[in-house]
């Protein structure tokens, strides 16, 4: 059985492949560092390093076992992370975000019954823009943001909304009048466009490059932020997929908003960073099921109205 400091220095040695910094690293001398790593090579019986007096690199046998122990450390110290959040409980602060008028009842929903569950922890909620929603999830300014999926590079929960697509036109656009219209009517307009730093993902779901039979759809200007975008639409530079709820949050004379009745459904939920899965993180999303997911109703506990999983 290895010792914790002989896979601590096996690991830095094996990213550092430098004696003196892994040293450095771990506060010991470098004899220390070369006797750690000879006494385990006698154990395996096979070298894990070469040296020379110029560099240090793994063996093919060192490189395995690296592989193989990394994800095993991992795992170790995140099953203490979870025992000392637990032991602690849940306190501090969580600061969670919404994006868009839709998200902000469902937010404060959540963040109700998750300050009764938890009155030693206090909820911030904010809202964000689109040009800054995925920075500040990065910076740490916001712990948890409720978006559309899908959200590039964050863990997510499940989805707890999902709504019908709709394509937002101009009043007086040819399409305004339709009943619905499929996805192919994309090949046959501009589409607005979601800021540039909006994921990849995200555009290809919203704003696809081509229709379903291969057509490419041309793409309009993009804007800033969504109120922008739906600005550019009005102002007949294009069309813009959106969902169900914003004819009702973003009503306005100017635009038509048509059923896609060939398009899935979109799906909404809590994002976050994967590395600030903290207990209060897992707690809130719990919180958020039990709200919406489990609660198959409008009404929260408190009694007020909350947008309900359609």
Known sequence: MLERHEIETFLTLAKELHFGRTAERLHVTTGRVSHVVKKLERGIGAPLFERTSRRVRLTAIGERLADDLAPLVAGIEEALRRATDAGRGVSGELTVAFLGEWGAPVVSA???LFSRRHPDCTVRVVEVQLSGSRASLLDGSVDLLLASYPFDGMARGPALLTERRLLAVAQRHPLACRESVSLEVLGDHPVVQYPAVTSAAFKRDRTPERTPSGRPVPAGPAGATFSEM??????GHGVL???????????RPDLAYVPIH????IERGFVWLESNTTARVREFVR???????????RVTEAGQP????R
């Open 306 to 309: 909350a947008s309900a999983a």
């Open 110 to 112: 959540v963040a109700g």
């Open 262 to 265: 060939d398009a899935p459904p």
């Open 230 to 235: 739906l600005s550019l639409v009005a102002m």
């Open 287 to 297: 919180t958020a099921s039990d709200t919406i997911l489990n609660g198959q109703s």
């Open 241 to 251: 997929p959106v969902g169900e709820d914003t004819q009702h949050y973003y009503p």
